[in-house]
């Protein structure tokens, strides 16, 4: 999904115009007098993405309050969208030395290249950076960022402690996601709102849709960590299972018919047949269609939360998006895949 595509979709034609201002915007947050610092981060910052949650603050913004495509280069909200931005680039960068990953999207990892003690030092670097930028636009954006980072760090501490865990709870799941990746879709949206001055209560509106919008997104992505092949993602298939982290296929999978042959592959780092022989069982199950009828739900429950904003191409827009991404991520990445339908 370009953001050709999302302007479309959210009804927003000059969402380029402000995604472009962000990329200035992330291009200057990341000037320093280091060079060892700062040629990592630009590889990290500028090295692609899909810019989902900086188009996630800049549509709130005008869904919040009723604006149109001005508030796209609105400063404030330019600001607050870079730096939700640079906490995601910090956060993987974090992520990388913890996986001791030696690639992300094709490009080298700070880690492998530079060391994970520098790339404590930029991942750290670029969330400071993300924070003065929050703080430069008001008390209450810095807050929201702070949050986000707080509970990005409760999930992944969450999730690091059922690590090669047959036996994770859906719940432990749910609250592992709920922070490492829902709380910063939150805060895009907190974020965008309030920077555009919008209501509390449009703000609140908007940080839940974001929260369950973000909690489908990590679940569509569990799924294609199972089903999906490695040509597709541009990555390894199966990573989740191989790093010990049992999401929510896997989960549901363990309960079906096959689930103490599934069980009998896990509990420890996997050989490559022990591997292959998991994915065929989650596939095999029920596991991934019921996923994918939970990523449903969080979706319907992110179209609800935008109840209370006013009418507009926008708030559509916004209410298409979850549905839109789900069928977009799985046409591109898992071909022939049958998505549930909600009855």
Known sequence: MTPADLAVLLGLPDLGAGLAAVEDALDRA?????????????????????????????????????GGDELGVDPAVVAGATAVEL??????????????????????????????????????????RAGQLAAGVSQQVAAFLANAIADLCIGQSAEAATIYDPDRSIPAYEASIAGKTAALFRSACEIGAAAAEASDEAVEAVGAYGTAFGMAFQVIDDVLDVVSTAEALGKPVGNDIREGVYSLPVLLALDGPDGEALRSRLGSAPTEADLAHALTLVRSSEGVSAALEAARDHNERAVAALAVLPEGPVVDGLARLPGAYLEWVLEDKAPGLVVPTSP
Do not use: W, Y
């Not at 990341?30 to 549509?59: F, Q, S």
């Open 30 to 66: 990341i000037v320093v007098e280091r060079d060892e610092i700062e040629t990592p981060a630009r590889r990290v910052v500028l090295g692609g993405g899909k810019r989902l949650r900086p188009a996630l603050a800049i549509a709130c913004a005008a869904a919040a309050t009723g």
């Open 87 to 128: 906490v995601q680039a910090g956060s993987l960068v974090h992520d990388d030395i913890m996986d001791a990953a030696g690639e992300r999207r094709g490009v080298p990892t700070i880690n492998a290249v530079e060391g994970p003690n520098q790339a404590l030092l930029v991942g750290d670097f670029l969330l400071a």
